[in-house]
């Protein structure tokens, strides 16, 4: 997988693009959502910063191996947070 990022992010310079890689494996957070589904809790700096990201992108490229034919749960924990925080990019 990290061959193929570092291939996409060299062409997408190359082309001229400007390219910020967010590595799921260095955002720390908590895995378990202790409010619940039902009460508001505030994101962690790390998850407060890649939505920046994602907000400022004109173009989003997920990377990722296909577990058991989906998305690591990592990430699918990320886009469960982020759709209950009211952020959709």
Sequence with gaps: ????REEYKKG??????QVELVNLIDIKF???LTGGFSSHTELEKDLQDAQKKILKANHIVIVHPVWWG????LLKK???IEHYSWFRF
Aim: proline share 5%; hydrophobic share 40%; charged share 15%.
């Design 30 to 32: 908590d895995l378990n």
């Design 1 to 4: 997988m990290q061959g193929f």
């Design 78 to 80: 990320v886009f469960s």
């Design 70 to 73: 989906s998305v690591p749960a």
């Design 12 to 17: 997408a310079e190359e082309s001229g693009n």
